[in-house]
Structures are given as C-alpha cells and as structure tokens.
Nanobody
C-alpha cells in the first residue's frame, strides 16, 4: 500500500483546511486509515482513524468537534477536514493505514505511512 498525502498549507487561527490521502492498491477498503501529526520538537501523536467501511471512527480528544475524518473507498482516498484551527494544530500531518481496529490506532504504529504534509496555523 502506498499513500500520498496532500492539502497542507498555512492558515490563520479559526481557518479550515482539508487534507487528502490517496492510496494505491485494490484492497483500500480492507484497511483502516488514520491521521497522525508531529509538531516541531514533539512526539508524533494520533489524530483520527476510520475503519475500512467507515462505520467506526476514533478521534483524539484535542480535535473532537473540530476535525472530521472520512473516506471514499471508490476513490481510494481518506480525508481530514480541519475546522477552527488553532496554532497548536501546527504540525506535519501523516496518513497511515493498517488492519488494526480504529480503537488501537492511538497505541500502535500503523504498517503503512504516507509522506507528511505541513499545516501551519498562525495567530
């Protein structure tokens, strides 16, 4: 599985961005997909995950109510809609995939990773 993330950029506080992650391969719908982020000088952290069918979703507390993860299996793509962005959301965002349950994404290292896309939120 190869993953290609895009959609990062620079916004002001309160702005919105939508990240996309396109996957290769014919088995996209059998993999859960997730987003992680790593801020400068900090460890990588879990952001959100969605099951292969889209029926199960998990969010980090820090983004609940502001971020929405979704997927379109017909397009082999997962999205992260980010609203009400804050400076503390500034990070490199990575998409990842694994067959683990979405409840496990915060605690495991997914098998496949895309390259990062930078999100910068200025006050």
């Amino acid at each position: 599985v190869q993953l290609q993330a895009s959609g990062g950029g620079s916004v002001h506080t309160g702005g919105s961005l939508r990240l996309s992650c396109a996957a290769s391969g014919r088995t996209f719908s059998t993999y859960a997909m997730g987003w992680f982020r790593q801020a400068p000088g900090k460890e990588r952290e879990f952001v959100a995950a969605i099951s292969g069918s889209g029926s199960y979703i998990n969010y980090a507390d820090s983004v609940k109510g502001r971020f929405t993860i979704s997927r379109i299996n017909a397009k082999d793509t997962v999205y992260l809609q980010m609203n009400s962005l804050k400076p503390e959301d500034t990070a490199v965002y990575y998409c990842a995939s694994d067959r683990a349950a979405v409840s496990q994404f915060p605690y495991t290292t997914p098998q496949y990773w895309g390259q990062g896309t930078l999100v910068t939120v200025s006050s």
